[in-house]
């Protein structure tokens, strides 16, 4: 096996980005790869990993010290989805993503102080795994569309509502919810309460089965008069769907990392088949049309990294990066899958057997072109700016 492939030299990047790559890396290698399969057949990651990962400062690298995080920035959440996706693990490394990038940044970003301190340390510290809760039967990337209420009464209110498609859903133990809380029906108003595991009128509806990502578990979310006391809301009433779309661009910068990790690993194992499987009696890498389409397809990864970590780093910067978010997205959600068809092609009848890396990973890089926003969507924010 040759090294990595892949330039990690951007000028954006600072000694913590190199040493954090390289830790990750020998903790993928040590921890996860030699018993990765039996996730695979669980359907979930066990959390003693994520104990572990918490250990070493990978849950909350970009949180604030005081509450067990490093205060790092952009860039070094791109480098841990991007080293996960390499893993070849696609639900191992959803299920990280969801926890650091997607679900709880609501509750460090509007948390109050009490709520930060009463969480946040288990969270970092992978003692408490989240989920985020907004996709619902009859809505996904239309967020206004959700139908799930909240009902103010005495001292709280009451949850009413079913979610779906809710990665870590089965295990988490604290639930960032959106719920409709105004009066009027309004599509934007929406409020994020913190549900916690256990509590009365919360319940698991199923553990859903998918195509792929099988070590991530996925449930229907179901709410039935669940009280929630006021402690227990994410931010200010009705101000939910802000809070919803700003941490979209970040939850979409981490997903187009993985997409392109899980892309550089492809062409890794592609290569080593293809210099070692011999054809006509030669091996495949002889063939000028294979060299020459592998050698394409990592063109156009190391373009898409470029466009990653200058978009992290700009984001870092607050400058307003929508548009190139939504244009790296839609362009990792592709390229990844266009990969995976190549790779997959190139290993033959192989590449189509259960229990082979190529495989696998091919069906986990379906969704890189639904899941945080459909490849339509993101085309659609891009065209609404040109």
Not at 33 to 44: F, H, I, M, N, T
Request: aromatic share 8%.
């Amino acid at each position: 096996m040759h090294e990595a492939l892949g330039c990690d030299s951007f000028p954006y990047f600072g000694e913590e980005h190199t040493l954090l790559r390289r830790t990750i890396r020998r903790f993928i290698a040590d921890r996860v790869l030699p018993v990765a399969d039996r996730w695979e057949e669980q359907g979930y990651v066990p959390r003693e990993i994520l104990t572990a990962m918490g250990a070493l400062g990978l849950l909350g690298m970009r949180y604030a010290p005081e509450y067990g995080g490093q205060g790092l920035d952009t860039l070094a959440g791109a480098v841990l989805a991007e080293e996960l996706g390499r893993s070849s693990y696609g639900g191992f490394a959803v299920t990280v993503l969801v926890h650091t990038d997607m679900a709880s940044p609501h509750l460090h970003h509007v948390g109050r102080k009490d709520q930060l301190e009463r969480w946040m340390p288990d969270i970092t510290a992978g003692r408490k795994l989240t989920a985020i809760a907004m996709t619902e039967p009859d809505a996904g990337s239309d967020l206004a569309g959700m139908r799930s209420t909240a009902r103010k009464v005495s001292g709280g209110y009451r949850l009413n509502g079913t979610k779906t498609f809710i990665t870590n859903g089965v295990h988490a133990d604290l639930v960032f919810v959106a719920a409709k809380t105004g009066e009027s029906g309004r599509g934007r108003d929406i409020t994020m309460f913190a549900v916690e595991k256990g509590t009365p009128g919360f319940s698991v509806g199923r553990s859903l089965k998918k195509h792929g990502w099988l070590s991530s578990d996925t449930a229907e979310l179901v709410f039935e008069e669940c009280f929630l006391p006021d402690a227990n809301v994410l931010g200010e009433e009705g101000r939910g769907f802000s809070q919803l779309v700003n941490n979209l661009q970040n939850e979409r910068i981490v997903l187009a990392a993985q997409a392109l990790g899980e892309a550089m690993k492809a062409i890794e194992i592609t290569l080593d088949w293809v210099k070692q499987r011999r054809a006509f009696g030669a091996p495949l890498w002889d063939k000028q049309a294979i060299r020459q389409r592998l050698s394409m397809r990592l063109a156009e990864v190391e373009a898409a990294r470029a466009l990653l970590f200058n978009t992290a780093w700009r984001d870092q910067r607050n400058e307003n990066v929508v548009k190139e978010v939504s244009m790296l997205k839609a362009l990792a959600g592709t390229l990844v899958n266009g990969v995976m068809y190549d790779c997959l092609q190139f290993h033959g009848g192989m590449g189509y057997m259960l229990g082979t890396t190529i495989e696998r990973m091919t069906r986990d890089a379906r969704v890189q072109a639904i899941g945080g926003g459909a490849t339509e969507v993101m085309l659609d924010e891009v065209a609404k700016r040109l």
